[in-house]
């Protein structure tokens, strides 16, 4: 399994960026999608996850009204659209995937995934 992330860059507060992860050697359409964040001097964080049908998704309440996660299914791709960043938002952001069997409920803890991208930096300048 392979988790390719992109998207990552400097952006002024209030601004936006869209992450992408493509996903290759897993059945994508039945996997849960989530995204992680970890800044400088703190821990891993959950921030979002998408179920396969992309009819359900989660959100850190950090992120809820600002973050919105999708997925296209056709492409193998999960998006993290970004608005309203604030400083605080400056982190390492990874993508992980997991099956539903796997991760039970758990979609909100890292060490519940098995699989991982190798992160992209997203700095947001105040």
Known sequence: ???????GGLVQAGGSLRLS????GLTFSRFTMSWFRQAPGK??????????SGSKTYYADSVKGRFTISRDNAKNTVYLQMNSLKA?????????SDSPRSLGGSYYSGTAYDYWGQGTLVTVSS
């Open 1 to 7: 399994v392979q988790l390719q992330a992109s998207g």
């Open 88 to 96: 605080e938002d400056t982190a390492v952001y990874y993508c992980a």
């Open 21 to 24: 992860c493509a996903a290759s």
């Open 43 to 52: 821990e891993r964080e959950f921030v979002a996850a998408v179920r396969w």
